[in-house]
């Protein structure tokens, strides 16, 4: 099976659909008439490319990983999405859902974010397209992102604290949409994930199919069977998991997403529905959403994109759960081995591959490496002193 | 797609026709030519909660609305996303909002206004007949539009529990009539584009929604969100069947007001309502 497009209210199975203030449900109508009709036009499509190619530096390689892959016994491949503009993955969604705004009229964006670097891809797409930007973040990511919250200022962008619960990356999106209520006239939200009401999961989807496309085409060059045995990402919303999943959800690669066990929607939760979408989700005996606690601000999240909760209930995709202490010597072994300081977000996925590496001797694994460590350098140096 | 929705079993049943008890004793009074005045409380804020709606009651609510807190309230503003933090802070839940609901005789209709994921996790059959036990006879679920109303319809409906649906300045004219056509209790017309919480002036967008729906209409037209006080309160009412009060009555609750603080404020509004 390919990833199939989801169902007309917006279903993945029984995950998905558009759970959204009455305000709202016009404006995310008229964003899935417009997606549909951008991305059936060619003129879109070349313009969003050439973007990709000339600004974003697309296509991204893939780098072996030779002396890793020895001291593990398993062969690591990474698909280095921490060489885009802006250090990753975030770029090709974003850069999707500008120019969709555009031509959809809309001259501001407000964003999410929550290790900032889809706040710092928004005020990049912002200041290219010369658009407004604000960005919603939460006051504790602030604090521990400060190097990103002052690129989205240098950016142009308007950075505002989210106060409220948790004050993380959940807050943020409840800011984040109760801004949009009140500005949808011109304001696009720039949701950040495959999460949120339909069209989102799907059309976020869509713009990052580009690292599933690549991965493919790329691995047949490089590997003898063509396709990887396994291909795993880090799960918080899951973008980057869905990106890299969808060019090989039609082969044998086994799927394997990587959640923080402090934040574990798929491993942990039940279907709930919050910011839009019924999916898994972790909360308490009420259905009170519970707070995620992650050494990563970008994962920090008790929720998840509804295509992984249908494809881990249907057995497509599998999800493990990795700790913060597993996730740290993980940054630090990629860093030593291979001279690549991975963010902490995919150091997750590799944490999994090195707890797993008996399990996984001999074979391939394909790492999306989602973004890189520069913004969590300063959080590493206070806790590895 | 009314196929594809049906295989999904997101069908939305037709409202029955006739209107239940709380739209019924909403109706009544509006027929007899008063403005209509709905107060909303937040359940669990405080120990003295049950007094401040009893208080609102007496002062001249004609519907009150508990508000069942939860986590991640999207359509609501700061005084209301306090109150909700600081009941939940206190032990609230929906089970005892409830089970303290069952013993506040108010003697007047009551709604219950929460976030969809509270009925979900508990089961849309078992969330409905919990409120009917507690008195309650009409639900405000804003995070469920048209499109995801009908299983939760499928469930309230029989239970005797009114669902109220939201009518928002955004709705095409196309899509209005729907709305109405499956809100029951009354309609929530939303007097802007924002959130909950208090307004310097009545935005004219509430005169526009409430105009729109009257004309379409004659179930009771109440406007929310963005009604701040006793003028703002007259001055749409001029045009809507009445208002909704959250924020400016949660503010005076959150900065320890009291019962009596709450009384004297709807108090006034009411007094406002019937100058009019």
């Known amino acids: 099976m390919s990833l199939s497009e989801p169902s007309a209210s917006g279903r993945f199975g029984e995950f998905g659909g558009r759970y959204v203030p009455e305000t709202l449900v016009p404006a995310c109508q008229e964003l899935e008439a417009a997606f549909r009709d951008a991305w059936a036009d060619q003129t879109f499509r070349d313009e969003l490319d050439a973007l990709l190619a000339d600004y974003a530096g697309r296509p991204s390689p ?3 990983c030779h002396r890793l892959s020895e001291e593990l016994g398993v062969r690591v491949l990474l698909k280095r999405e921490d060489l885009n503009h802006t250090g990753s993955h975030k770029i090709n969604n974003v850069l999707g859902q500008a120019l969709l705004a555009k031509r959809m009229g809309k001259t501001r964006l407000v964003a999410e974010t929550g290790a900032g670097q889809h706040g710092v891809a928004s005020a990049t797409a912002a200041a290219l397209m010369g658009m407004e930007c604000k960005v919603f973040m939460g006051e504790v990511d602030m604090e521990r992102q400060a190097l990103n919250v002052f690129r989205m200022k240098l950016l142009g962008a308007e950075v505002v604290p989210a106060m409220s619960g948790s004050r993380t990356l959940k807050d943020a999106v409840n800011e984040a949409m109760r801004d949009w209520v009140a500005t949808v006239e011109n304001t696009h939200y720039c949701l950040g994930s495959v999460m949120g009401p339909h069209p989102y999961p799907w059309m976020v989807r869509e713009f990052h199919t580009v690292i599933g496309k690549e991965s493919r085409e790329q691995c047949a060059k490089l590997l003898e069977n063509e396709i990887p045995d396994v291909v795993t990402a880090c799960v918080g919303g899951g973008s980057n998991a869905i990106g890299i999943f969808s060019g090989f959800a039609d082969t044998t690669a086994e799927l394997v997403g990587v959640e923080p066990a402090g934040g574990a929607a798929v491993g942990r939760g039940v279907p709930g529905v919050v910011h839009g979408m019924k999916s898994y989700l972790m909360q308490d005996e009420f259905g009170q959403v519970q707070e995620a606690h992650s050494i990563s601000a970008g994962l920090d999240y008790p929720g998840v994109g509804p295509e992984h909760s249908h494809l881990s209930s249907i057995g497509r995709a599998r ?3 990795v700790t913060d202490a597993e996730v740290i010597e993980a940054f630090q072994l990629l860093s030593r081995t291979e001279g690549i300081i991975p963010a902490l977000e995919p150091a997750h ?11 996984l001797a001999g074979k391939t694994v394909l790492l ?7 913004k ?3 959080q590493m140096m206070e806790i590895l002193g | 797609m009314s196929a594809s929705l049906a295989d999904e079993g997101l069908v939305i049943p037709d409202a029955p026709t006739e209107p239940g008890e709380f739209e019924h004793s909403l109706r009544s009074l509006r027929d007899s030519g008063r403005k209509l005045l709905v107060a909303y409380v937040t359940g669990g804020l405080h120990d003295e909660w049950p007094d401040v709606v009893r208080a609102v009651a007496d002062a001249g609510a004609d519907a009150i609305e508990i508000g069942i807190p939860f986590s991640d309230p999207v359509m ?5 996303q306090e109150a909700s933090e600081l009941a939940l802070r206190d032990g609230a839940s929906p089970v005892t909002v409830l089970d303290t609901l069952r013993t506040i005789d108010a003697g007047v209709p009551l709604a219950v206004m929460t976030y969809y994921n509270l009925a979900f996790h508990m089961g849309h059959e078992r969330f409905a007949s919990s409120l009917y036990e507690a008195g309650v006879r009409a639900a405000i679920l804003p995070d469920l539009p048209l499109e995801e109303v009908g299983p939760w319809a499928r469930a309230a409906d029989p239970a005797g529990i009114e669902t109220v649906m939201l009518a928002a300045p955004t709705a095409p004219d196309e899509r209005l009539p729907r709305v109405v056509a499956r809100s029951r209790g009354f309609v929530y017309a939303v007097g802007l584009l924002g959130v909950t919480g208090e307004r310097d002036a009545l935005a004219a967008s509430s005169l526009v929604i409430a105009r729109r729906l009257k004309a ?3 179930k009771p037209v109440l406007v929310g969100v963005g009604v701040s006080n006793a003028q703002q309160a007259a001055e749409v009412s001029q045009v809507a069947d009445g208002c909704v009060i959250g924020s400016a009555l949660m503010r005076r609750v959150v900065a320890g007001e009291g019962p009596a603080g709450a009384g004297a404020f709807i108090a006034e509004v009411r007094a406002a309502l019937d100058a009019s």
Do not use: F
């Open chain 1, 62 to 64: 893939i780098t072996e």
């Open chain 1, 376 to 378: 969590d350098v300063a």
């Open chain 2, 216 to 218: 379409i209409t004659d």
């Open chain 1, 319 to 321: 999800y493990e759960q």
């Open chain 1, 368 to 374: 999306n490496m989602s973004g890189r460590g520069d």
């Open chain 2, 76 to 80: 609501d503003g700061p005084i209301i």
């Open chain 1, 349 to 359: 996925a590799l944490a999994w591959v090195i707890r797993d590496r008996a399990k």
